[in-house]
């Protein structure tokens, strides 16, 4: 922390008010951080990942919504679901998980 309040201090050496040069950096630093996690999290990267993905995955919101699923997925889907004439008794099936998704991200975690 030392250093980083040195650097900020050497680059605004005109400025009387030290706290708030460091107050701006560290604002800017966590903005810039945000923008790169938006980018990891956004739509088309996790589109990208999944069609990278060779078995068949999907991604989830927050709200455990499927947002979007890779090609696998839906072939794998279509072959367990029963031939029927309408498409109608499809329009209403829920997905479900052997497990609770807290316990997968645990899972994963550990």
């Given at each position: ?32 951080e945000s923008m790169e996690l ?49 498409e109608d008794g499809r329009q ?19």
């Amino acid at each position: 922390i030392g250093m980083l309040v040195e650097e900020i201090a050497e680059n605004h050496p005109d400025q009387g008010n030290l706290t708030s040069a460091i107050r701006v950096a560290c604002m800017r630093g966590l903005a810039e951080e945000s923008m790169e996690l938006r980018k990891l999290a956004s739509i088309r990267t996790i589109n990208a990942i999944l069609i990278a993905c060779p078995s068949p995955a999907f991604a989830l919101s927050s709200a455990k919504k499927i947002l979007t699923f890779n090609t696998s997925f839906q072939q794998l889907v279509r072959r367990q679901l029963p031939n029927a004439p309408g498409e109608d008794g499809r329009q209403d099936l829920k997905l479900a998980l052997d497990l609770n998704v807290t316990d997968i991200f645990a899972r994963l975690d550990a």
